[in-house]
């Protein structure tokens, strides 16, 4: 039998641990390795992560403490967030999200890699990286769109888009992400949901580009976001507001340097309810399949929204992506016959740059007409770069689909109150049969329209100048 520890000794320690303790309290900082965690990429870390988490927050019950990742890779099944912690993932550590169905709950809308519920003062940062090895549900790579696996067989999840989420913050408040990467998400990869009071800042965020439903980030439900000086590369959609149960107020994302297979900023298509008073200030959007988007198909209202100072390149991918490389395309239409027709109203663009391979479109509906668009400041440049057929318009998801449609400059549908200032559309290479008219609209659904200083000119590769030009100021 080996000797047990006299019993002075055994008290000794125990005073020594609640001596040390207000000091390791006073830190606010504890260890996975700690708890036990390996960090070799091989065994999984659950437990000991877990652990940590639960102890920071018993330890810290009004100040935030920090759970520390060493440099190492940490494979791990979902871990919970908890009030008044914050992951501290530096550069040299990656938590590594597991690829099995077992490693998730039993609720599909709880599969994340790393969850906070009903959580105060929660956050992630570090400089280090969350990896949802996404490439592993690939089931067959292809360059047009990977096919993805769907854990739809367990009845939790139907359809084909059944995998986990990277990060979610559910129902919480003070939300901070900051300065942390997050790569190969199989689905969705940072999604805040129903949550109070969100800052976002300097997070980078890498998807495989053949890959679908990998959105960058997706805010829903939720007021009071401040997306900031963030870079996303991904293959759908990049900053994506929605409304499921509730409106969304108070969005502002700035600085930020996108390009995907998608839309870089969409609001939709999930919109049951309101969307209002949104900004989006000083972007770069870079070979994009859309630029900035609204899909409002299920009877939500949107009203004041502002983009300004921002470039935008949009070309044309495979088709089986929503977007027909447009720079600008607000759209209102039920999804279906049981849908309701929402309205899309005070919409701002201003000091906007676009280059492009197809125009803006602006498609209100006849229960939902888009009200007051001010376009100031616009300059656009229209050319052909990629092999892909264009020639269509795109209603999806739902409304009318696809359909063939002579591409212009804006084509127009269902508006009341279109203001148009110092508006330039250039055309090079000139123009064919499919690409020949800077403005298309049936004046029977199209009222109150303002131009002035509105200029359309085509030019050559060959000359700086030369073609026929279009200058325009006129109310119709």
Known sequence: MGASIPAPISQLMVIIFLILLPTIIKSHTVSVTDFGATGDGKRYDTSAIQSAIDACHNYSTTKQCYVY??????????VFLKSNVVLNI?????????????????????????????ASDVGITGGGVVDGQGLEFVVKFNERKNVMVSWNQTGACSGDECRPR?????????????????????????????C????????????????????????????????TRCHIDTGDDAICPKTYTSPLY?????????????????????????????????????????????????????????????????????????????????????????????????????????NSEN????????????????????????????????????????????????????????????EVENVNMTWFDGRNMQWNNPLDFRPSTVNNISLLNFHSVTKHSDRKIGGESLSLSAIL
């Open 90 to 118: 530096p550069k040299g550590s990656t938590i590594l999200g597991g690829t099995k169905l077992e490693d998730y709950p039993k609720e599909f809308d709880r599969w994340y890699v790393i969850l906070a519920e009903n």
């Open 250 to 354: 108070n969005l502002t994302a700035t600085d930020c340097w996108i390009r995907t297979k998608s839309s870089a900023i969409k609001l939709g298509s999930a919109s049951c309810f309101e969307f209002k008073n949104l900004v989006f200030d000083n972007i770069t959007i870079v070979d994009s399949h859309r630029g900035l988007g609204f899909q409002i198909r299920d009877g939500g209202n949107v009203s004041d929204v502002t983009f300004s100072n921002i470039n935008i390149s949009t070309r044309y991918y495979d088709q089986s992506w929503w977007g027909r490389a447009e720079p600008i395309y607000v759209t209102t239409c039920p999804r279906d016959s049981n849908t309701a027709e929402g309205s899309i109203s005070n919409l701002n663009f201003i000091n906007i740059t676009a």
């Open 359 to 418: 125009g803006i479109f602006l498609s209100g509906s006849k229960g939902g007409p888009l009200r007051n668009l001010r376009f100031i400041n616009v300059n656009l440049t229209y050319r052909r770069w990629t092999n892909y057929s264009g020639g269509l318009v795109d209603y999806r998801p739902g409304c009318q689909g696809l359909v063939n449609h002579s591409i212009a400059g804006i084509i127009m549908e269902h508006i009341d109150g279109l």
């Open 196 to 227: 109070e009071n969100t800052l976002i800042n300097d997070v980078s965020i890498y998807g495989d580009f053949n890959t679908p439903n990998n959105d960058g980030i997706d805010i829903e439900d939720s007021n009071n976001t401040v997306i």
């Open 166 to 194: 990277l990060v979610g913050f559910h129902d919480s408040t003070n939300v901070k992400v900051w300065n942390v990467t997050f790569t190969q998400p199989a689905y969705w990869c940072l999604h805040i949901v129903r």
């Open 69 to 78: 990742f060493p440099p190492g890779t940490y494979l791990t099944a979902t």
